[in-house]
């Protein structure tokens, strides 16, 4: 008995150390959770009860989704859909296109000038964004320097008016805006790759291209998944570059929302629009997270 009763003694002194570290981690998640609801998730339960709307019938208050109906059922807004979702697509296509080599050469290539090149992108998105997008217009106006210098050399005999206030415009104006948040999540992933693959399969006879398929892409996955959620959903929303170098062939989405709400001041229809692009971000977030599981070497 002598020698069990320090068992029992220590048994019974650990028994509230262990029930307190059982309960450390929720202590610790009780105020990051607790922001978390009073920032996002209150805000977006306040959305939504707006969306509905109020509307008055015999005497009484009742909710509706006319808001909802009236966005899904209009062409309009299915035409500006689609335009939406073929900007932000291409945008995002060109800066992966930019960004997987970039990315590769700063991780593997660049030597000494890596850290330099990582520190560029970084000041480049320190500028403010409507400041480049004014830029961006001072050099694709119709009187810009692309302009006036073709003119100059004799190129043209009069301004090009077709530089500005397009689709095209509004892509390359977005994928330069938002190309340091493509990149940088794409090098992190890279970085975690070791160098010894690729000399691996140069030695078992692999060209570039297979080395990309088969290594580079599947383990840069998880990069390209925090790309896609730090890029491609804000395009769906970003409404300050298709105002002022979109034009109306340019016309998206965040636009109509802002036009909605400010403009219009129907804050239903706006807030049934702010969901809708909620919504699809999400999805568009399950199949990114999907598509990054694919990170393996088959």
Known sequence: MQLEAPEVATVERGGPARRRG???????LTGPMTVLVLLVLVPMVILFLISLGMAVSRGQSVWSLEAYV?????PLY???????????TSAMVVQLVIGVPLAYVMA???GRFEVPLLLGLVVLDELNPVVRVYAWRMLLGRNGIINKFLELIGVID??????????GTVIVVLSTGWITYTVIPLYAAMKAIDPALFQAAADLG????????????????????????????????????????????GYML???????????GDLARGAALSNLLLLASGIVAAIAFRLSRINRLD
């Not at 059982?22 to 610790?28: D, G, K, N």
């Not at 859909?81 to 073929?86: N, Q």
């Not at 398929?213 to 990069?223: H, M, N, T, V």
């Open 78 to 88: 299915r035409k500006i859909a689609v335009t939406t979702i073929f900007i932000a």
């Open 70 to 74: 009236s966005i899904l059922t209009e």
């Open 206 to 249: 692999a060209g570039w291209w297979t080395m990309t398929r088969r290594i580079l892409l599947p383990l840069a996955a998880p990069g390209i998944f925090v790309a896609v959620l730090l890029v491609y959903i804000p395009l769906f929303t970003d409404f300050a570059t298709p105002t002022l170098v979109g034009g109306t062939s």
């Open 254 to 264: 965040g636009q109509a929302v802002n036009d909605l709400i400010l403009e219009q």
């Open 158 to 167: 009069q301004p090009i008016d077709a530089l500005l206030f397009n689709q």
């Open 22 to 28: 059982r309960w450390l981690p929720a202590a610790y």
């Open 108 to 110: 593997f290539r660049a």
